[in-house]
Protein backbone atom coordinates (compact mmCIF):
# COMPACT_ATOMS: atom_id res chain seq x y z
CA UNK A 1 0.00 0.00 0.00
CA UNK A 2 0.90 3.57 -0.65
CA UNK A 3 0.90 6.42 1.76
CA UNK A 4 1.20 10.05 1.31
CA UNK A 5 1.26 12.29 4.29
CA UNK A 6 0.69 16.11 4.95
CA UNK A 7 -0.27 18.34 7.42
CA UNK A 8 3.38 19.03 9.28
CA UNK A 9 4.50 22.17 9.88
CA UNK A 10 5.90 24.96 12.26
CA UNK A 11 3.52 25.84 15.12
CA UNK A 12 4.30 27.32 18.57
CA UNK A 13 3.81 25.50 22.05
CA UNK A 14 -0.37 24.84 22.76
CA UNK A 15 -0.86 25.24 19.20
CA UNK A 16 -2.65 22.51 17.30
CA UNK A 17 -1.82 20.67 14.05
CA UNK A 18 -3.98 18.05 11.89
CA UNK A 19 -1.85 15.41 10.05
CA UNK A 20 -3.61 13.32 7.35
CA UNK A 21 -2.38 9.81 5.72
CA UNK A 22 -3.60 8.93 2.16
CA UNK A 23 -3.80 5.44 1.64
CA UNK A 24 -3.66 3.58 -1.29
CA UNK A 25 -3.79 -0.21 -2.36
CA UNK A 26 -4.84 -3.36 -1.52
CA UNK A 27 -7.70 -2.74 1.67
CA UNK A 28 -6.34 -5.29 3.64
CA UNK A 29 -2.80 -4.24 3.77
CA UNK A 30 -3.82 -0.91 5.75
CA UNK A 31 -5.83 -2.88 8.45
CA UNK A 32 -4.19 -1.08 11.02
CA UNK A 33 -2.47 2.21 10.65
CA UNK A 34 -0.11 4.14 12.85
CA UNK A 35 1.79 6.97 13.15
CA UNK A 36 5.16 7.32 14.54
CA UNK A 37 7.99 9.89 14.77
CA UNK A 38 11.51 10.15 14.78
CA UNK A 39 13.26 13.43 16.45
CA UNK A 40 17.24 13.57 15.56
CA UNK A 41 19.21 11.50 17.17
CA UNK A 42 16.73 9.01 18.31
CA UNK A 43 15.11 5.93 17.70
CA UNK A 44 11.22 5.81 15.93
CA UNK A 45 8.94 5.68 18.14
CA UNK A 46 5.03 4.18 18.27
CA UNK A 47 2.50 7.38 19.16
CA UNK A 48 -0.75 6.18 17.95
CA UNK A 49 -2.61 3.50 16.05
CA UNK A 50 -6.09 2.29 14.69
CA UNK A 51 -7.91 -0.37 13.26
CA UNK A 52 -9.87 -0.71 10.04
CA UNK A 53 -13.39 -0.36 12.17
CA UNK A 54 -11.78 2.07 14.58
CA UNK A 55 -12.75 -0.35 17.32
CA UNK A 56 -9.18 0.01 18.99
CA UNK A 57 -7.08 3.06 19.21
CA UNK A 58 -4.24 3.29 21.74
CA UNK A 59 -1.36 6.18 22.19
CA UNK A 60 1.58 6.38 24.08
CA UNK A 61 1.32 7.98 27.46
CA UNK A 62 3.16 11.09 26.47
CA UNK A 63 0.53 12.15 24.05
CA UNK A 64 -2.83 10.67 25.81
CA UNK A 65 -5.30 13.41 26.00
CA UNK A 66 -3.95 15.90 23.49
CA UNK A 67 -3.59 13.76 20.65
CA UNK A 68 -6.34 12.27 18.75
CA UNK A 69 -6.21 9.29 15.62
CA UNK A 70 -9.04 8.81 13.46
CA UNK A 71 -9.83 7.37 10.49
CA UNK A 72 -12.80 7.53 7.41
CA UNK A 73 -12.26 4.62 5.01
CA UNK A 74 -14.59 6.36 2.61
CA UNK A 75 -11.79 8.89 2.00
CA UNK A 76 -8.72 6.00 2.85
CA UNK A 77 -7.06 8.74 5.28
CA UNK A 78 -6.09 8.49 8.78
CA UNK A 79 -5.10 11.74 10.22
CA UNK A 80 -3.68 12.41 13.62
CA UNK A 81 -5.27 15.49 15.30
CA UNK A 82 -2.55 17.36 17.92
CA UNK A 83 -3.12 19.67 20.25
CA UNK A 84 -1.56 21.11 23.24
CA UNK A 85 1.56 20.69 21.27
CA UNK A 86 4.74 21.01 23.52
CA UNK A 87 8.38 21.21 22.17
CA UNK A 88 9.21 17.45 22.49
CA UNK A 89 6.31 16.80 20.11
CA UNK A 90 9.05 18.29 17.72
CA UNK A 91 9.76 15.35 15.33
CA UNK A 92 9.29 13.73 11.56
CA UNK A 93 6.03 11.95 11.61
CA UNK A 94 5.05 8.81 9.61
CA UNK A 95 2.26 7.36 8.66
CA UNK A 96 2.51 3.47 8.64
CA UNK A 97 0.54 0.51 7.50
CA UNK A 98 0.26 -3.27 8.05
CA UNK A 99 -2.30 -6.15 7.98
CA UNK A 100 -3.59 -7.89 10.87
CA UNK A 101 -1.34 -9.73 13.35
CA UNK A 102 1.69 -9.08 15.38
CA UNK A 103 2.15 -6.06 17.07
CA UNK A 104 0.74 -3.03 16.74
CA UNK A 105 3.68 -0.90 18.76
CA UNK A 106 6.67 -1.79 16.70
CA UNK A 107 7.82 -0.22 13.87
CA UNK A 108 9.25 -3.56 12.08
CA UNK A 109 5.81 -4.79 11.80
CA UNK A 110 5.02 -2.55 9.01
CA UNK A 111 5.86 -2.87 5.87
CA UNK A 112 4.02 0.06 4.15
CA UNK A 113 5.47 3.72 5.29
CA UNK A 114 5.02 7.14 4.07
CA UNK A 115 7.52 9.81 3.25
CA UNK A 116 7.20 11.52 6.44
CA UNK A 117 6.48 15.10 7.22
CA UNK A 118 7.85 17.48 9.90
CA UNK A 119 6.38 18.70 12.72
CA UNK A 120 8.14 21.29 14.77
CA UNK A 121 7.18 22.66 17.95
CA UNK A 122 8.70 26.22 19.28
CA UNK A 123 8.92 27.25 22.98
Known amino acids: VQLVESGGGLVQAGGSLRLSCAASGRTGDSNEMAWFRQAPGREREFVAV????????DYTDSVKGRFTISRDNAKNTVYLQMNSLKPEDTAVYYC?????????????????WGQGTQVTVSS
Open 50 to 57: ITRSSSIT
Open 96 to 112: AAKPYGRSRYSPDTYPS
